[in-house]
């Protein structure tokens, strides 16, 4: 295993790693208050603290479950291209964040609609 072997495969385990470190951290606490910096903003999630706190921890479960299952198909076709020259390493590292991508944005759909399902326009919880 050679040092651009190496970066390359921290690169493309890194979008799985940061799925289940931050979907680890939002599935226990959403951040402290609603901002426009850091977590799950869109604008249903920002309608106040009790959607915050739910997009957050249904957001975390999903992305700590993609996140774990995207690691483990990442990591087969980087074992599959071990001691090959630099540029297939390159396209199939390259190839794989792309698609890495795809999961990690098709996500936060389930959230979206969960928000939708359990509380209305006004951020209300549904049934209450």
């Known amino acids: 295993m050679n040092g651009y072997y190496i970066f390359r495969l921290f690169t493309t385990l890194l979008i799985p790693c940061i799925m289940i470190v931050f979907g680890g951290l939002f599935r226990r606490k959403a951040p402290n208050h609603i901002?426009?910096?850091?977590?799950?903003?869109?604008?249903?999630?920002?309608?106040?603290?009790?959607t915050w706190a739910f997009a957050h921890r249904h957001l975390g479960r999903t992305w700590m479950i993609?996140?774990?299952?995207?690691?483990?198909?990442?990591?087969?076709?980087?074992?599959?291209?071990?001691?090959?020259?630099?540029?297939?390493?390159s396209v199939v590292s390259l190839v794989l964040l792309v698609v890495q991508l795809i999961p990690m944005i098709v996500?936060?759909?389930?959230?979206?609609?969960?928000?939708?399902?359990s509380f209305d326009e006004d951020g209300n919880p549904v049934g209450k």
């Open 35 to 50: 901002n426009i910096w850091y977590g799950y903003r869109t604008q249903r999630s920002m309608k106040n603290e009790d």
């Open 107 to 117: 996500s936060l759909i389930p959230t979206e609609r969960a928000l939708r399902k």
């Open 66 to 89: 993609v996140g774990a299952v995207m690691l483990v198909v990442s990591v087969i076709p980087m074992i599959a291209v071990l001691g090959k020259d630099e540029d297939t390493v």
